[in-house]
């Protein structure tokens, strides 16, 4: 089985940027969330429809740095992985390019919970359809 | 009675503004936000009191000029009234003011709404709270 | 010659949504925001371009209204044409739909400004470009 | 000399929050930099004046983990002190509490730049202004 990235394609808004003429540093978890959202449609799950069946996926915690700025209008690739996967907790790990050039790392960790907040395990079907994604010692 | 004006004070956000170098212009719609949720708690009821009432009020319209920018760190005085109150629809005004300059004027336009978004009443008591608050002709 | 429209595709993001469930209504100036760059771009002129030439639009008006509200992952057609084109002053109407249902009609009005922020005459070719973009008499 | 720890309070907006009902985790990346520029306005020192100087702070790396959500209106304490301070780099550590329940921890590591982005040591009398929020081994 080959290990699998997702890659996202996002472009830089303007109401994304600061004063400091670069992408604002909280505007990455937003490029993240799209990674991972990307990554689990990848698979056939929309987080949508995990969502719709009761299946929330809140963050409790992550962690990001930065090597360059991100400009306005720059095209970026999300890129997108799973670090670490077990019963109820999953970690996601992206990488932000502009072309060969890496800007950002950074991670998501990540509880399944159900619509009242109480930790779950993870539906029937998805842990075998996100497991092409999983790192595997790199 | 005399008419009230309910002033809330802001201050301009670093992640708020943008590479022009000033506040973005959706920025203005939170701090609005944060001037009509004021105005209500000065009135006796706050806006997360209502939602647990099972009573919402989403934006339908809204409007904005925009006479001069806000800079980082800048504080702002939002100046919020009632321009209009129906059964359904409650419109609210807005002064954005730095100092004695006036910067920008906007207004929201509101519905009651139920959890299940179909049209309601405003629950009773509301009304005559926020009364002082609706502009008389100026 | 054809009057033309410029339909930017967006889908609505898990950080734009709020507590009530759909997108926040600040988030459609976000969406406006693409549509007008992705007009220029379609002109063959690219904000990120005019910007380095020392040419910025800062917004002096805005409004909005909303028939229905967008859900987290919905994907909508940010429709953006030009309404009126002065020398100094530019108006885009927007329309966002969602397959065939439009679900909201907005417009921003903006100056040409220097970088000293002085209004000044759109850079040669800019106007010739986006005049199909703009509407007669719809 | 005693250690001081910088407290913003800080109100939760109804534009900070998510579908998932509490505040989307980006928003205390905004609140960790109220805490910050605080802080150093605490200590005699406006980061707008520092910008001003030609003195930057971008972010090079952070992180937070998540104990409880925070919800619309919620008034939260961010906690604010200086984990470590070297010549070009400076840690902040940050506490996010709702009364007495810590519901999120956090840090940002910035270094000193000028603003062609060149690291630079931090302007004299800075330094000695904030080491009162100086953590000493706690």
Do not use: C, Q
Not at 42 to 58: D, I, K, N, Q, T
């Amino acid at each position: 089985m080959v290990m699998r990235t997702h890659v996202e394609m996002v472009r830089v808004r303007y109401g994304e940027t600061d004063k400091m003429g670069v992408a604002h540093h909280s505007s990455y978890l937003l490029w993240f969330e799209l990674g991972r959202t990307g990554l689990l449609r990848a698979a056939g799950h929309s987080y949508r429809g995990l969502e719709a069946e009761g299946v929330m996926l809140p963050v409790v915690e992550y962690g990001a740095t930065f090597l360059k700025g991100a400009h306005y209008d720059d095209e970026l690739a999300i890129e997108t992985k799973i670090r670490e996967m077990k019963s109820r907790v999953i970690t996601f790990d992206y990488r932000v390019r502009r072309g060969e050039e890496i800007i950002s790392r950074g991670f998501t960790r990540h509880v399944w919970v159900d619509t009242n907040s109480r930790p779950r395990r993870l539906p029937d079907g998805v842990t075998e359809a996100i497991t092409p994604f999983l790192a595997s010692g790199d």
